[in-house]
């Protein structure tokens, strides 16, 4: 059974930096492009960032450029969102997923997801 479990959230306050990790199970992503999604209540989920099987290509949303950093890790089966310079309004449920096929920003490319885990941004 093919397992993502999402870890590394929690509270920080503005300003201040968290890497999300992503860990695969059942089966090895390696030759998969993966991607952070995030989400709050009442809104939709949105793209985060992705990154190619080989790591050679990164994408990030306008919102996350040049503070938020996604990498992997393929011999340990392990994707990152490095999160630096926090704001309030990153505070949702981030997400991992692996990207089946199609336009690296849209959801519906995205097959296996893990349970998301909780970033709280204070003030």
């Known amino acids: 059974q093919v397992q993502m479990v999402e870890s590394g959230g929690g509270l920080v306050q503005a300003g201040g930096p968290l890497r999300l990790s992503c860990t695969a199970s059942?089966?090895?992503?390696?030759?998969?492009?993966m991607g952070w999604f995030r989400q709050v209540p009442g809104k939709e989920r949105e793209f985060v960032a992705a990154i190619t099987w080989s790591g050679g290509s990164t994408y990030h949303a306008d919102s996350v450029k040049g503070r938020f950093t996604i990498s992997r890790d393929n011999a340990k089966n392990t994707v990152y969102l490095q999160m630096n310079s926090l704001k309030p309004w990153d505070t949702a449920v981030y997400y991992c997923?692996?990207?089946?096929?199609?336009?690296?920003?849209?959801?519906?490319?995205?097959?296996?997801w893990g349970q998301g885990t909780q970033v709280t941004v204070s003030t």
């Open positions: 059942g089966r090895t992503f390696s030759g998969d492009a």
């Open positions: 997923a692996r990207r089946s096929s199609g336009d690296y920003y849209y959801i519906q490319s995205y097959d296996y």
